[in-house]
């Protein structure tokens, strides 16, 4: 991945001749992609990825307690502040509407939380299974 602000990018593409040569790993017929974003957005679809990795495998290891998997992510979702809920009470009525959010919209500080509560609640949970080594090993916190 390159990274840089627009005037380095604009450098980078315009000189693309010269990384040619960093193309001989890919086969001929192989269709490369470029893709240039805001390092915010980039951020939040990692952490998107992570979200969901970690949400897949709680649920694969059948050590979470809840009854279904929409269940399991509205949890941590509403702990991302993505899901409102409002109350309103009518003649006695009191009616809920929850309103949800997309994880592309969550701040990082409330993506940090809600994927470190993911973490922790899966380490009580006792989940063990190769591929959460490989995504704790991926995030530096296991060797």
């Known amino acids: 991945m390159i990274t840089g602000n627009k005037s380095q990018l604009v450098q980078i593409l315009a000189g693309i001749i010269p990384l040619v040569n960093s193309l001989d790993n890919f086969k ?58 409002d109350k309103i009470s009518l003649e006695g009525i009191t009616l809920i509407k929850e309103t949800h959010k997309s994880w592309t919209n969550v701040t990082q500080a409330n993506a940090s939380i809600a994927i470190s509560q993911l973490k922790a609640d899966m380490f009580e949970a006792g989940v063990n299974s190769k591929k959460f080594d490989e995504i704790m090993k991926g995030l530096g916190e296991w060797q």
């Open 28 to 85: 001929d017929n192989e269709e490369l992609v470029v893709c240039v974003m805001r390092k915010t957005k980039y951020k939040s679809l990692a952490s998107n990825s992570l979200f969901h990795s970690l949400l897949q495998e709680f649920w694969k290891s059948g050590c979470s307690s809840f009854n279904d998997y929409d269940t399991l992510r509205n949890h941590y979702k509403k702990q991302a502040g993505l899901i409102i809920t």
